[in-house]
């Protein structure tokens, strides 16, 4: 295995990524009003921004769910349990002791597999129980019915629960981007694209000869 700096975040992905996080924060923040802990934006305009994030969100989960297949970079995304325990222990004990991150990223599987578990089940479960919850709060008006009390008041208290899942799951996140080679480093290959990772000889030669824009040249 040689380590090199490969693009591996293409254009539409680190797009996808910082969009989701501009909405994701519109929402969180139009949320918290909706709720009562704040009243920085008033009642009406607070609905009308979350539901525009909400659908701009949706339809840009659409779009990324179409470019994941038909990239087969969803494969990126499906967990396994090897590496899986080693990883855990290093996030809940290794890190504080200075140890060495035991996943080394490589160019078919850039996420490590608590990484990769913990996407699949936002991807699979709480993505999609906060929007079809969200569409059916957002739809009220056209199937509620003059017994529709429980059934709303089920579906506001789900899509609350998938909000704060993916609240938790952001502050853990951005705590996690400071562990190890810091912030900055971790951050940086969602700007650039770049990151340095290990490749065989075979990949290393199929992008040299398919693909050199990918590769950065070696520092001699």
Do not use: C
């Not at 899509?159 to 940086?188: C, D, E, M, P, W």
Request: aromatic content about 16%; charged content about 15%.
């Amino acid at each position: 295995m040689t380590k090199r700096i490969v693009k591996v975040y293409p254009r539409f992905e680190r797009f996808w990524h910082w969009m989701q996080v501009v909405l994701i924060m519109a929402l969180m923040v139009t949320g918290m009003g909706l709720n009562g802990v704040h009243s920085l934006i008033p009642f009406g305009p607070a609905v009308m921004l979350h539901t525009l994030a909400a659908l701009a969100l949706l339809a840009l989960w659409i779009f990324a769910t179409f470019w994941l297949f038909t990239t087969g970079t969803w494969k990126q995304f499906i967990p396994k349990i090897e590496g899986m325990v080693s990883v855990a222990r290093f996030y809940a004990y290794g890190v504080f002791k200075g140890e060495e991150h035991p996943y080394e990223k490589i160019f078919w599987r850039k996420h490590n597999p608590l990484q990769a578990a913990t996407y699949f089940v936002l991807k699979w479960f709480i993505f999609p129980a906060i929007w079809v919850t969200g569409l059916l709060y957002l739809t009220y008006n056209f199937w509620a019915g003059s017994n529709s009390v429980v059934a709303i008041t089920i579906i506001a208290n789900l899509h609350l629960f998938a909000a704060y899942v993916i609240g938790a799951f952001i502050i853990v996140h951005i705590y996690l981007l400071t562990v190890g080679h810091g912030f900055r480093q971790h951050v940086k290959p969602m700007v650039t694209g770049y990151d340095e990772i290990d490749l065989t000889p075979e990949q290393e030669a199929y992008l040299e000869t398919n693909e050199p824009g990918r590769l950065k040249p070696i520092k001699r």
